[in-house]
Each structure stands twice: as structure tokens, then as C-alpha cells.
């Protein structure tokens, strides 16, 4: 294939963090024939899904569920009927760190990694062409400097904690702490607890600290959405299907307002199906946009609020000695205050010209009143560094097309090394950069109604089939329209209304024959798409 960029497979490739982005990066452009290397700083892999005791790190609790059923995630691509058996149907954190030692192990990863790895800086070698990463072994003080060819940074976007400035803070004579450095509810035996925000992680800490802790609140300026794992006794995410989302990525593209709407409605309706008896005092409706704030997922917080055990106070408007005061100045009296107000993509390992967040005018996104310290990277389809897409791209500042991170992940990095392969040719750079100006335009958009966690592309639905047209999985063809659809509905008219109305399983992305040389075809991929949706498989009729 001719190719103008000169994007080639030649040299190492480097994979910056071995969480569920990491790895499923790594298996990818192995796959694909890259001499790839996975760096990793901890002296574990999975990412914030390793519990650590550690408060400089961002991990999950011990008591953490996962927000996403294992049918809407396969496990990670890894099928086995025994770990499907023993596994709930939303995953506890125990069982997704073994899955994805499970996932490394099964798909040879694990002679490809490196652990104790610290990187303090990742610039362009002086020749300009390569990637010079700065490094440290484990309890080393010597740097060394490595060289890529490639470069893919998947540290995640939970790395730098945002807290916002309070009057009369310094006042404070109590304890504060970020959510990140909170591992436990016995630290906080007996004492009257505050927690700021209202997002997954506030309300997690906020139950468990029930029992615990003597008074337990939840500081919070704005409604949420808050919606239980099951209803009806099926997974509550299994109900976002590939004909619902299709549906809302039309509304998207001709009628975005409506698309919105569409989106709000389902997920409010969710919740006051399930609780009808919210009080209005609680103030979690109206919420924020859905485009902006997805909700809350979580199974007790509302039986929580209903006896009392966590009380609801309004948005924090000054500090003093013993506590706070919130709105209409309360004053609420507490021990300790714990911050549940974001966590961003860390930047400070990348040089001024590898930093997504340094091109460009960004000024107005800066100074929009709900951006809190979000910088805006500007990556061409989220993914790739405008001025070096043939060798570093991005997993992890901005949104993926699906609510499940084993989704993106996976599919994003069959993309990613297709075009470093040579097998899809991007545009070129002034292209490349006015789709980034594009894409900011329509950020400043959503900002402007409400704050956002990630930075995302305008559209999820168009995210999804560039994403599906570059790895070449074939999907495109077999469910938009065209003769291989219908061929498909003729010929697999079962399997094709469970695609299209039942548990939207990443194993789609392995189930046809796609381009030549593009990813893998996963023949065992039919037959799982059944068990996720509970059906028997064809063949064990």
C-alpha cells in the first residue's frame, strides 16, 4: 500500500502502563508483529484495578464492583466457561485483577514486561526519529535513556487529582485527603466524615464508611443520576444495546439536541424506575447532562440516604476551624474532609513537544467557567499526536466510544496498530489538525453546559465506525447497510437480532473475516456472543 505518511512497523515499541488499556495494547501490537515492550512503574500489572495499600496511588478498594456487567465486557476477551461460572455478573475487584493476569498470562504477554519502571520524561531524540525515554529501575537513581521507534502512552486518566480552592480553607483544624489516598473505613472509626462530590467514588467511600465512621456527608453543588447494577434481575448495562445506541448516534449526527434528550431520559427513567421515592429534598434531579456526567452506579447509597446513615448537605461555600459551611451558610461540623472531585490525565512526563495539551490556542477552553483544571489535549481522533501520528498516540485523556473500558481499549489498539503497521493511511497533518479544531469546537459545546472528567470525539457512533473501518474488523460491512448485511441477516438471522438487541459484547470485533492483514478473526467468537446473551450455542444444540 502506498503510503505517504511513512508510517512503518520497524523498531521497538513502547506501551506505558500496564492497566486494561496497557495490556490489551500490548497484546495487540504483538499480534500484529511489533516488538513491542510494556513499561510499567508499579511492580504489578492492572492498573488502579490492583488494590495497594499505597496513598500516592490510585487504586480500588477491596470492596469494589465493577460499573460493567462481565457479559457487556466478555471478561477481557478471555473465554472460559470456569471463570464465567464463579464470576457475578459485575465482577468484584479481586476478579478483574486476576483476569487480567489471567489475560497475560493466556496471550503471552508476560516476557514482553516491565515492572519497577519509572519514567521521568518522554521526548524526540535529537535526530527526530525517535522516541528518547528517560528511566529508572526500581530503587535506582540512575537514569537511562531508552530509544523507540514508537510510543504508546496508556497511563490512564485517574493520575493527577483536581481540588478545588475553598475561602478560609487554611482555617480548617481537621484532616483533608484526596479520594485516591482513602484504602479503608477503619481510619476513620467514630469520626464525622465529609465527603465532597457525588460521582461512583464519593458514593462508594460514603457506604462504606457506614457503621464505621459517626457521621457520614455528602457535599455536593449539583443532581446526579443514580442507577442500580441490576433491574429486573439482569444487568442494568446489558440494556444499552447496539440497536439503542445506533438509534441515539443517529439522533447525534441529524438531531443532536434530541439525541441528548434521548440520552437524559433513559438513564433518569432508569432511576426513578427503580426508586420512585427520591426525595426531592436530596436535590439529584435535574441532573447535568448525560453527555456530560453518565451518573452514579451504585447498589446502597440510595438505602443509605432513606435511613439516614449518609445525610446530603449543599455545596461547600467557606471552611471554618471545626468545619464547613455549605449553602444558605449551614454549618456542618466535621473531623474529616475527603475531596471526590475528579482525577485528570497526568501530562508531566511528556516533553513540550509530545504534550497533546500544548498545541494550539486553548485560552477559551482554559478559561470556561466549568473546565476545573481539565487541560484539552489535541489528538486526531482522540487517539493520535497531530504532528507524530506515526509514532505516539494517546489511551486514556479522552472518552471511548463505549461505556466499558475493555471495549475501547481493545478495539482503539487494533486501530492504532493498523495504521502504525502500514495497513490504513491517516491524512495528513493539515487535515489532521483541522479535524482536531473541529473536535475542540464541539468540546467548548459541551463544557459550556456542565464540567466533564475526559475530553471526547463529537461523535460516539462515528468514533466507533472510523474506529471498526481502520482495524478492519469488518463490522461496518456486516451490520451497516449493504449487501454483506443482508447476506449475514439471511444466513444468521438469530445470531444477528442477539448482535443487535442483546448484551453489545466486544467479541463482535472478532467475529468476521475483515480486511487482508488486519486484526485476527477469533473463530471462538460466534459461540461466545451466545453465552454472553445466556443462549446455547448453535453447534451444542
Not at 493520535?384 to 489511551?395: G, K, T
Amino acid at each position: 500500500m502506498n503510503n505517504p505518511e511513512g508510517i512503518t512497523s520497524e523498531g521497538k515499541v513502547a506501551v506505558i502502563g500496564l492497566g486494561i488499556s496497557g495490556l490489551a495494547s500490548l497484546k495487540n501490537l504483538l499480534e500484529q508483529g511489533f516488538d513491542a515492550v510494556g513499561i510499567e512503574r508499579n511492580d504489578y500489572i492492572g492498573g488502579i484495578w490492583h488494590f495497594t495499600e499505597d496513598k500516592q496511588k490510585t487504586s480500588v478498594l477491596e470492596t469494589t464492583i465493577a460499573n460493567s456487567s462481565k457479559q457487556f465486557v466478555s471478561l477481557f476477551l478471555l473465554p472460559d466457561p470456569v471463570i464465567l461460572d464463579y464470576v457475578p455478573d459485575y465482577p468484584t475487584a479481586p476478579n478483574v485483577s486476576k483476569n487480567l493476569q489471567d489475560y497475560a498470562e493466556r496471550f503471552d504477554l508476560l516476557p514482553h514486561i516491565r515492572l519497577g519502571i519509572n519514567i521521568t520524561k518522554i521526548e524526540r531524540s535529537t535526530d527526530g526519529q525517535h522516541w528518547d525515554i528517560h528511566l529508572s529501575e526500581k530503587d535506582e537513581s540512575r537514569v537511562k535513556v531508552d530509544k523507540y521507534s514508537k510510543v504508546l502512552v496508556c497511563t490512564g486518566p485517574w493520575e493527577r487529582s483536581y481540588k478545588p480552592v475553598y475561602a478560609q480553607e487554611a482555617e480548617y483544624m481537621g484532616k483533608t485527603l484526596m479520594g485516591k489516598e482513602y484504602k479503608g473505613p477503619e481510619e476513620f472509626r467514630d469520626k464525622k466524615v465529609l465527603i465532597v462530590g457525588m460521582a461512583n467514588t464519593a458514593c462508594d467511600i460514603a457506604v462504606d464508611l457506614v457503621g464505621i465512621a459517626q457521621e457520614v456527608h455528602i457535599s455536593h453543588r449539583s443532581g446526579t443520576r443514580i442507577i442500580p447494577r441490576m433491574m429486573d434481575g439482569k444487568p442494568t448495562i446489558n440494556a444499552i444495546t447496539r440497536q439503542l445506541t445506533g438509534a441515539m448516534s443517529l439522533f447525534e449526527r441529524w438531531l443532536p439536541s434530541i439525541g441528548e434528550w434521548v440520552g437524559d431520559r433513559f438513564a433518569t427513567t432508569k432511576m426513578l424506575r427503580n426508586y420512585p421515592d427520591i426525595k426531592p429534598e436530596w436535590n439529584l434531579l435535574p441532573a447535568p447532562p448525560f453527555k456530560n456526567t453518565l451518573g452514579v452506579i451504585n447498589d446502597h447509597i440510595i438505602d443509605r440516604l432513606s435511613d439516614g446513615s449518609v445525610k446530603l448537605v449543599g455545596g461547600i461555600e467557606s471552611f471554618y476551624s471545626l468545619g464547613v459551611f455549605t449553602d444558605g451558610g449551614k454549618k456542618t461540623e466535621v473531623d474529616t474532609v475527603i475531596f471526590c472531585t475528579g482525577n485528570y490525565f497526568d501530562y508531566s512526563i511528556l516533553s513540550p513537544e509530545a504534550d497533546p495539551t500544548r498545541l494550539g490556542d486553548s485560552s477559551e477552553w482554559d478559561h470556561m467557567e466549568h473546565s476545573n483544571g481539565l487541560l484539552y489535549p489535541r489528538l486526531y481522533q482522540t487517539l493520535f499526536h497531530p504532528n507524530f501520528a506515526d509514532s505516539l498516540a494517546f489511551l486514556g485523556p479522552c472518552r471511548g466510544f463505549s461505556f466499558a473500558v475493555h471495549s475501547n481499549a481493545d478495539l482503539a489498539s487494533q486501530a492504532i496498530s493498523q495504521v502504525w503497521k502500514g495497513n490504513y493511511v491517516l491524512p495528513g497533518i493539515a487535515e489532521r489538525n483541522r479535524w482536531c479544531e473541529k473536535n475542540y469546537r464541539a468540546s467548548l459545546g459541551v463544557i459550556k453546559n456542565w464540567r466533564t472528567f475526559r475530553t471526547g470525539h463529537f461523535s460516539a457512533g462515528e468514533f466507533e465506525r472510523w474506529l471498526n473501518d481502520v482495524a478492519g474488523t469488518g463490522v461496518n460491512e456486516h451490520l451497516g447497510w449493504g449487501w454483506k448485511e443482508w447476506k449475514f441477516w439471511w444466513s444468521e438471522r438469530e445470531l444477528y437480532g442477539l448482535i443487535k438487541r442483546g448484551v453489545n459484547t466486544p467479541f463482535l470485533y472478532r467475529l468476521f473475516e475483515g480486511r487482508q492483514g488486519g486484526r485476527k478473526k477469533w473463530e471462538g467468537a460466534k459461540r461466545e456472543i451466545w453465552k454472553a446473551n445466556g443462549r446455547v450455542p448453535l453447534e451444542d444444540r
